[in-house]
Structures are given as structure tokens and as C-alpha cells.
């Protein structure tokens, strides 16, 4: 049965491109085609594995991560389970969730917490792709994550109902804080995630989040 395409908004790739955050084409999935992608297109990509994938404008993005990013996810995930332990206020996602954000747009967050006052009780859906809207998201930024892009998800995560958002800067081992798309604190390498209102109590230096990942090793100047 031939696939039913609906008017897009888009006359071209440039403009596609834009829209996604002037993303490299190297993360724009072909197959569906871009402008005709579904959850169950999503799904079925993510049966296959090998990528992670996420759907905005009807197109199927990659997710962007590699083994640094995959490995602070684990570590924050690590530290707030300790916590959660200690306060059974909610549960974690990890990278490899999908949680639909707003109609037609599926989301990857790389972690987030979900409140357990958004299921009273107290278990976790089963569904393929979540529905509950994560208070806190956290992204953690790849070499191939653009500004833009980031600054899209922003905006579509405090549209969603997210309340405060970290982004995590592995280069310089920093992070920022949004509590609206405009709206950041800066934390430096000295500074500490706190969980505010949400995960009231929660502290976690960025020293010790950042403590076993090695440094990018300084080029050695030519002699002479």
C-alpha cells in the first residue's frame, strides 16, 4: 500500500536542514525519506539497532552520542540513582529512551527524571515510546551536536512542560543550566549540578561527573 504524504511545510533541503538546527545531512535518515517518517518508522529503526534515532518534521534524525557522552550518561545516571535510592520521588530514563515530546516530534533525552506525581503508582510505563513529561531532561553535547540544534531542542522541551534543563559540555567540562530556552546559569569545571526544587538535596560537583574521563591530549609543538 502505497505511504500517504501529507503536505510539508518545506520546499528544500536547506530549509530542512534550518529547521533541524543546521544539523550535518549526514544525520538526515533517507529511508523513510525525509518529510514522511512515523513513530513506526521510528520503532522499527530502533528494532534494528546499530543508531539511535529521533523524529522531527516527519524526519528521522540521528542522535548524536559517542563513547564520552555514553559514558558521563552513565555516571549522572549513577550519581542520581544513589540519591533516588535515598528519595523515591521519581525515575530515570537513559539515552536510549523515546518520549514523545509534543505531537510528531519523539525525543531522545540523553537522561531525565520523571516524577512519580505524574504516576501515582509508582511504576514505570511499558509503552515503545514514553508520554510522561520529564521535569528535568538533560543533553550531553557530541562534537557533532550544533548550536542551533541545541537551542531547538530548548525550545521544544519548555513547550513540552520541562522544567529545567542541564547541558552537559564535555570538551571543557562544563555545564549550563536553563530554566526557559533563554534563560542559563554557566557552571564552570568547579561548579556543582544542583538539584533545585526538583531533586531537592542533590549536589554533584562537576569535578567528580567529569573525574575519570581523560583529557584531550595537547598537540607537542614541533622542535626547533
Not at 99 to 123: A, E, M, N
Request: charged letters at 25%.
Amino acid at each position: 500500500m502505497p505511504r500517504t504524504v501529507k503536505k510539508w511545510k518545506f520546499d528544500n533541503v536547506a530549509e530542512l536542514i534550518a529547521a533541524l538546527g543546521d544539523i550535518s545531512p549526514e544525520r538526515i535518515c533517507l529511508n523513510p525519506p525525509p518529510g514522511t517518517a512515523t513513530k513506526r518508522d521510528l520503532l522499527r529503526k530502533d528494532v534494528m539497532g546499530g543508531k539511535l534515532y529521533e523524529l522531527v518534521e516527519r524526519t528521522l534524525v540521528e542522535k548524536a552520542m559517542g563513547a564520552p557522552e555514553s559514558f558521563l550518561a552513565i555516571e549522572l545516571i549513577r550519581f542520581l540513582s544513589r540519591y533516588l535510592d535515598d528519595h523515591d520521588i521519581g525515575f530515570l530514563y537513559a539515552p536510549d529512551v523515546l518520549i514523545q515530546i509534543l505531537p510528531g516530534l519523539v525525543s531522545g533525552p540523553d537522561v531525565c527524571f520523571v516524577p512519580w506525581t505524574l504516576r501515582p503508582d509508582k511504576t514505570v510505563p511499558t509503552g515503545p515510546i514514553g508520554t510522561l513529561i520529564p521535569e528535568l531532561v538533560v543533553e550531553i553535547l557530541s562534537p557533532s551536536n550544533m548550536k542551533k540544534e541545541i537551542r531547538r531542542k530548548l525550545r521544544e522541551y519548555f513547550r513540552a512542560g520541562v522544567l529545567v534543563v542541564w547541558v552537559i559540555q564535555p570538551k571543557n567540562s562544563t555545564a549550563e543550566i536553563y530554566t526557559e530556552p533563554e534563560s542559563k546559569a554557566i557552571l564552570a569545571e568547579s561548579g556543582i549540578l544542583d538539584g533545585g526544587d526538583i531533586l531537592s538535596g542533590f549536589k554533584l560537583p562537576l569535578q567528580k561527573l567529569f573525574a575519570r574521563l581523560a583529557r584531550p591530549k595537547k598537540p607537542t609543538p614541533p622542535l626547533g
